[in-house]
């Protein structure tokens, strides 16, 4: 990471300062994206940049920013650290204010950081390049708002954590009812019988953008049949794939589920599809 951005400077992250009076520090009030570009070209840039001011108007964070802003500052941080895999993480916070104090006002200035990170190369269809993942599962404990991509992510990193303390990658989460909602840092979905299924997005997930780019590109150039509805915790571990999706893993198959070996630990066929399918489309989504 050699050059960062924050609030209209291209700069050396050492340079980068905010207030502890910032408000994305005192209260995590802010809304945050990632990015992928690979070889200077985003993945899904016009529907990220859309849940990302989604995301500042549901929590009344007034702003100047429109998707040509954000492109500029993509572009140049590419250009700037090197182009390559990269992730530009862009973080929106309300800004600094003169005091502690759980009410906001309008007048506050947000404060903008966004810096570029190394992301693994885009995954191609070759078994052995290929990562999977090992998961546990879980009690949903987060809060009833993780359809706002928010920098309060407190609840994701317990849940995270406590599957790499187990060794593992990711966690599986469930509600009450024992319904799928997602995994701490990605969106699930699980294959059955060849039939794509996916958990309804409402307010226990966060709608993800990998999650809208295979849904689109499912339904516009294959055959497979594909069902967004409620997803059982029986289900799941019944599934014949089971997939991570987001951002940094694109779709990243599940190898185990606590003690049980997904698929006979073998890659799937409908993975194997869905993943060319998302390689050959996923540049397809940068016009706004
Ligand atoms: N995580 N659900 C949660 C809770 C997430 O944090 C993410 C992304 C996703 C997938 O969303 P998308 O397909 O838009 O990346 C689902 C990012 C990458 C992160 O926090 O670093």
């Excluded at 609030?7 to 340079?15: K, T, Y």
């Excluded at 993975?271 to 390689?279: D, K, P, S, V």
Aim: hydrophobic share 35%; net charge negative.
């Amino acid at each position: 990471m050699s050059i960062v951005y924050l609030n209209g400077e291209f700069i050396p992250p050492e340079q980068a300062k905010i207030s502890p009076m910032d408000r994305g520090f005192l209260f995590g009030d802010g809304i945050y994206e990632v990015i992928p570009s690979y070889d200077n070209k985003f993945v899904g840039f016009t529907p990220h940049i859309d849940r990302l001011l989604d995301g500042l108007a549901a929590i009344e964070i007034n702003h100047p920013y429109d998707h040509a802003f954000f492109e500029e500052i993509c572009h140049q941080l590419c250009e700037q650290n090197g182009g390559g895999d990269l992730g530009i993480y862009i973080h929106v916070s309300r800004g600094a204010d003169t005091k502690r104090h759980h009410a906001f006002t309008q007048n506050i200035r947000p404060t903008l950081f966004a810096y570029a990170f190394e992301i693994p190369p885009a995954p191609c269809v070759d078994d052995t390049k290929i990562n999977t993942y090992k998961v546990i599962s879980a009690q949903d404990l987060r809060w009833q708002r993780c359809n706002i991509k928010s920098t309060s992510l407190l609840g994701n990193v317990m849940h995270y954590q406590r599957s790499h303390q187990a060794g593992f990658d990711e966690t599986l989460l469930f509600n009450e009812k024992d319904e799928l909602t997602e995994a701490a840092s990605c969106n699930c979905f699980i294959v059955k019988d060849g039939v794509v299924i996916t958990p309804k997005l409402d307010h226990q997930k966060l709608p993800g953008i990998t999650r809208l780019l295979i849904l689109d590109i499912l339904d516009k150039y294959s055959d497979i049949p594909v069902e967004e509805r409620v997803v059982t915790r029986d289900e799941v571990f019944a599934a014949d794939e089971i997939w991570l999706t987001s951002s940094t893993k694109q779709v990243g198959p599940v190898r185990q589920l606590d003690d049980k070996i997904i698929n006979n630990g073998n890659l799937g066929d409908i993975w194997r599809q869905t993943q060319a399918l998302f390689t050959a489309h996923q540049f397809d989504y940068n016009d706004y």
